[in-house]
């Protein structure tokens, strides 16, 4: 079958035209998507491959995006990585002028995930009545409050306003709250007939002129608000005790002697249309909301939070709604917990591994729509089937040039390059007991499409990826590094490969003082490093933590593979070289033995 799947590519001027082809349709109907009015954004699918990539990890991930956007425009495929690139990956990057994937540390919902309620903020000197309007239009029970650049300044909701009403009697709330009269005219439905609208309330009471003007002066201090009828007496009074603005009640015209009376004393005159008694109940709506607001102690979340972590503080406060914030600190809409009922998973396909350990945080919380790999199947589970190609050859990148075949797409130049580069990498140039003739035919074939030649590329590469200049010893450790966990004994494996003896010398001089530290301090059992030599087809094993080197002893040296190393702390295993076929299942199988 693989010998069918990857002649395909025989007939490269037959596969090209019809890759042109293909690829045009999709330019077309893309072209046509983008040109529709009102077309809703396509649902967006990560790939990406293990923690600590290797260079089959990175490649395959950008090359599968790149096919994937072509067979399917109905989704936007989006290569991601989840660890540092290493050298020997982004020389293959820079060579072929790929850009490397962006980093994702996590896949879990994050807040920005859910099509949450993106309520509009209202400024701080609304009036309570306003508020109160845009409650009931949006049908919810929290209003933020936002300033004039977009920062959240505080929340009023129904039960502020509703407290504002039942429990304030407080005659001096506006000039507390500095009302503006504008806001009284708008809570009235009223008219300036005298005066300064911005100007602010500082000092006196509401009162309602309903006694004679004898008993007004008993009561009234100078700057009150005066709520009257059209009776003159009273009017007049008012404005000798030095009122601070009378309000004249069903809409009675003022005489102009009031006026003019009013213009001297600087009152300030409002007509109310309505009725003595609705004025005076309608007078507490025209506080601004930012004197009734919560602005301390609020608790928001931002965009970028993910749902696991904001459940238990939902849980605990119990409050209706919750404000969110973007990455720049300003509002961005509200949250409540019904919203993470639908919250909707990160869709993501998964290249070159299969096992939660060595995936992306946050895994279990995303939607696994593929899986696409060459390694043992692993601890992934999903919640539905999904699509799992799992081959045994040495590279992903392997399996990913047969699905463009399959798919009759030709892979662009610096696609075939960076998928060349992958197979070479992870077969180490077909000495690698994991190599297969699938690979070296793929890999012979995705080296005409990238004109590259295959030996000579190879010594490129892999001196860039044992260049030491600059590193440190953990970039050594973790650039190629998986872990492993069996019967409750959590292990990791770390691999670096070179051409040159004394490359892998320098490599071991640098790890020796640090892989027990490494070891500690990552709280696993053990470590192992293989010091990989490609021409002699043997590694040197290092490691680190209790029991490490009796496992090794067991998984090799029994068997009579493997000899002490020079100083010591390290086996010499000839023959070994892979991690996937020789290594992790020798050390898997002597864990198990009793």
Same mark, same amino acid.
């Given at each position: *079958?693989?010998?069918n799947?990857l002649?395909?590519a025989?007939?490269?001027?037959g596969?090209r035209?019809?890759?042109a082809g293909?690829?045009?349709?999709?330019?077309a109907?893309?072209?046509?998507?983008?040109?529709t009015?009102?077309?809703?954004?396509?649902a967006?699918?990560f790939?990406v491959?293990?923690?600590?990539?290797?260079?089959?990890s990175i490649?395959s991930s950008?090359a599968y995006a790149?096919?994937?956007?072509?067979?399917d +425009?109905?989704r936007?495929?989006?290569?991601?990585r989840?660890?540092?690139? #290493?050298?020997?990956?982004?020389f293959?990057?820079?060579?072929? #002028?790929?850009g490397?994937?962006?980093?994702?540390?996590?896949?879990?919902?994050q807040i920005k995930?859910?099509?949450?309620r993106r309520?509009?903020g209202?400024p701080g000197?609304?009036?309570?009545?306003k508020?109160w309007?845009a409650?009931k239009?949006?049908?919810i029970?929290?209003?933020?409050?936002?300033?004039?650049?977009g920062?959240?300044?505080g929340l009023i909701t129904?039960?502020d306003?509703?407290?504002?009403? *039942?429990?304030v009697?407080d005659?001096?709330?506006?000039s507390?709250a500095?009302t503006?009269y504008n806001?009284?005219?708008e809570?009235?439905d009223?008219e300036?007939?005298?005066?300064?609208g911005?100007?602010c309330?500082?000092r006196?009471k509401?009162l309602?002129?309903?006694?004679?003007?004898?008993?007004?002066e008993?009561?009234?201090e100078?700057?009150d608000i005066i709520i009257?009828s059209?009776?003159?007496?009273?009017q007049l009074?008012?404005?000798?005790l030095?009122a601070?603005?009378i309000i004249?009640?069903?809409?009675?015209?003022v005489?102009?002697?009031?006026?003019?009376f009013a213009?001297?004393?600087?009152?300030?005159?409002?007509?109310?249309p309505?009725?003595?008694?609705?004025?005076?109940?309608? *007078?507490?709506?025209?506080?601004?909301? #930012?004197?009734?607001?919560?602005r301390?102690?609020?608790?928001?979340f931002?965009?970028?939070?993910y749902?696991v972590?904001i459940?238990e503080t939902?849980?605990k406060?119990r409050?209706r709604d919750?404000?969110?914030?973007?990455?720049?600190?300003?509002?961005?809409?509200?949250?409540?917990?019904?919203f993470?009922l639908?919250a909707?998973?990160k869709k993501?396909i998964?290249?070159d591994?299969?096992?939660?350990?060595?995936?992306?945080?946050g895994?279990?919380?995303?939607?696994?729509?593929?899986?696409?790999?060459?390694h043992r199947?692993?601890?992934i589970?999903?919640?539905? +089937?999904?699509?799992?190609?799992?081959q045994?050859?040495?590279c992903?990148?392997?399996?990913?040039y047969q699905?463009?075949?399959?798919a009759?797409?030709?892979p662009?130049? /610096?696609?075939?390059g960076i998928l060349?580069?992958?197979?070479?990498?992870?077969?180490?140039?077909y000495r690698?007991?994991?190599?297969?003739?699938?690979?070296?035919?793929a890999?012979?074939?995705?080296?005409?499409l990238?004109?590259i030649?295959?030996?000579?590329f190879?010594d490129?590469?892999?001196?860039a990826?044992?260049?030491?200049?600059?590193?440190l010893?953990?970039?050594?450790?973790y650039q190629?590094?998986?872990?492993?966990s069996?019967?409750d004994i959590?292990f990791?494996?770390?691999?670096?490969?070179?051409m040159?003896?004394d490359?892998?010398?320098a490599?071991?001089?640098?790890?020796?003082p640090y892989?027990a530290?490494?070891c500690?301090?990552e709280?696993?059992?053990?470590?192992?490093f293989?010091?990989?030599?490609i021409?002699d !087809?043997? !590694?040197?094993? *290092?490691?680190?933590g209790?029991?490490?080197k009796?496992?090794?002893?067991?998984?090799?040296?029994k068997?009579g593979i493997g000899?002490?190393?020079p100083? /010591?702390h390290?086996v010499?295993?000839?023959?070994?070289?892979?991690?996937?076929?020789?290594?992790? +299942?020798?050390?898997l199988?002597?864990?198990?033995?009793?």
């Open positions: *079958m693989d010998d799947v002649g395909i025989g007939d490269a001027v596969i035209a019809l890759g293909m690829a045009g349709a999709a330019g109907l893309g072209a046509g998507m983008a040109g009015a009102g077309a809703p954004p396509k967006e699918v790939i491959g293990h923690k600590n990539p290797d260079t089959d490649c950008i790149a096919l994937k956007n072509k067979i +425009p109905g936007h495929y989006v290569a991601k989840a660890g540092r690139v #290493s050298r020997e990956t982004q293959v990057l820079d060579y072929f #002028s790929a490397a994937p962006e980093y994702i540390d996590d896949v879990g919902t995930d859910i099509n949450i309520i509009k209202v000197g609304i009036t309570l009545k508020a309007e409650i239009a949006n049908n029970v929290t209003l933020p409050v936002t300033s004039t650049d920062k959240l300044e129904v039960k306003i509703v407290k504002t009403y *039942m429990d009697n005659a001096r709330i506006l507390d500095r503006s806001n009284i005219i809570a009235l009223g300036l007939l005298l005066g300064n911005n100007e309330i500082e006196g509401i309602v002129a309903a006694a004679n003007p004898d008993v007004l008993t009561f009234m100078p700057g009257t059209n009776r003159y007496e009273s009074c008012a404005i000798e030095n601070g603005c004249a009640t069903t809409g009675a015209k005489a102009d002697t009031i006026l003019n213009r001297e004393h600087s009152c300030v005159v409002i007509s109310s309505h009725d003595t008694y609705t004025t005076a109940k309608l *007078m507490n709506q025209s506080v601004p909301v #930012s004197y009734v607001m919560k301390d102690g609020l608790v928001t931002k965009s970028d939070d749902i972590d459940k939902m849980s406060l409050h919750f404000p969110v914030l973007d990455r720049h600190g300003d509002y961005y809409g509200m949250i409540s917990r019904r993470l639908n909707a998973k993501v998964l290249v591994h299969n096992e939660k350990s060595q995936s992306v945080d895994i279990e919380d995303a939607e696994i729509i593929e899986i696409i790999d060459h199947i692993g601890s589970e999903t919640m539905a +089937p999904v699509y799992f190609r799992n045994p050859v040495g992903t990148a392997t399996i990913i699905l463009y075949c399959e009759g797409v030709v662009e130049k /610096g696609i075939a060349c580069a992958a197979i070479l990498s992870d077969t180490l140039m690698s007991p994991t190599s297969t003739k699938v690979d070296e035919r890999a012979g074939q995705l080296a005409a990238a004109e030649d295959v030996a000579a190879a490129l590469m892999f001196k990826g044992s260049d030491l200049e600059g590193k010893p953990e970039d050594i450790l190629d590094y998986k872990d492993f069996l019967n959590d990791g494996i770390g691999q670096a490969t070179s040159y003896a490359e892998l010398e490599i071991k001089g640098m790890l020796a892989i530290e490494a500690a301090g709280k696993t059992d053990i470590i192992y293989m010091l990989t030599n021409v !087809s043997s !590694s040197e094993i *290092m490691y680190a209790e029991g490490a009796r496992l090794l002893e067991e998984a090799f040296c068997h000899r002490e190393g100083g /010591g390290s010499i295993l000839d023959g070994v070289v892979s991690r996937k076929k020789q290594m992790a +299942p020798a050390i199988a002597a864990i198990q033995e009793p």
